[in-house]
């Protein structure tokens, strides 16, 4: 099956620091991609959609200055949490949908656990 | 009322006994409905995929969309400890790309 490879899977950082996490589709092309946050005994929280080639959708709520997302290939997106509170600690997960198909189904990366101190 | 509902347990059976897990959704314009299972620590993976009201099975796993009664379940048949995980719905409309999660049931099978 597809694949999707998210790194770094965990991190830890200091307060005020910028952290970068990459998804990659490793056998399939994907234009489309999606970011996600989830909290202790949550749901997935849906951040923003990245469209390769174009800006970022963000989720109402979700700071798109604070949150960085850049799409620059079929085959990789990057989310860069920039200048990290401990309050944005939390699992981040990335899913693609393969260009050519529209069904609805994703595959998801194994998720980044950010530890901000 | 939120899109989705899904009671979060936990839940806790015995090996082999029949696991139901279950979601009640409120916008009709849903038609397509997922299962992922998350271990602990992990992302989540796509266990079941369907489309059409009725029952779609693949081993020990069945899922059930009642659309009329905007209802749908995972019936899981002789659990095992490796089941243990949590267990989350998903549902998107047609034509569009967001998923919109259950917050999803956490599920122990004890040995």
Not at chain 1, 23 to 35: E, K, N, P, V
Not at chain 1, 95 to 112: H, I
């Amino acid at each position: 099956g597809a694949v999707v490879s998210q790194h770094p899977s965990w991190v830890i950082c200091k307060s005020g620091t910028s952290v970068k996490i990459e998804c990659r589709s490793l056998d399939f092309q994907a234009t489309t991609m999606f970011w996600y946050r989830q909290f202790p005994k949550q749901s997935l929280m849906l951040m923003a959609t990245s469209n390769e080639g174009s800006k970022a959708t963000y989720e109402q709520g979700v700071e798109k200055d604070k949150f960085l997302i850049n799409h620059a290939s079929l085959t990789l997106s990057t989310l860069t949490v920039t200048s990290a509170h401990p309050e944005d600690s939390s699992f981040y997960i990335c899913s693609a949908e393969l260009t050519d198909r529209n069904t609805g189904e994703l595959f998801f990366g194994e998720g980044s656990r950010l530890t901000v101190l | 009322q939120k899109e989705v509902e899904q009671d979060p347990g936990p839940l806790s059976v015995p090996e082999g006994a029949i696991v139901s897990l279950n979601c009640t959704y409120s916008n009709s314009a849903f038609q397509y409905f997922m299962w992922y299972r998350q271990y602990s620590r992990k992302g989540p993976e796509l266990l079941m995929y369907t489309y059409s009201s009725g029952n779609k099975e693949d081993g020990r796993f069945t899922a059930q969309v009642d659309k009329s009664s905007k209802y749908i379940s995972l019936f899981i048949r002789d659990s095992q400890p490796s089941d243990s995980a949590t267990y989350l719905c998903a549902m998107q409309q047609g034509g569009s790309e967001k998923l919109v999660f259950g917050k999803g049931t956490k599920l122990t099978v004890n040995p």
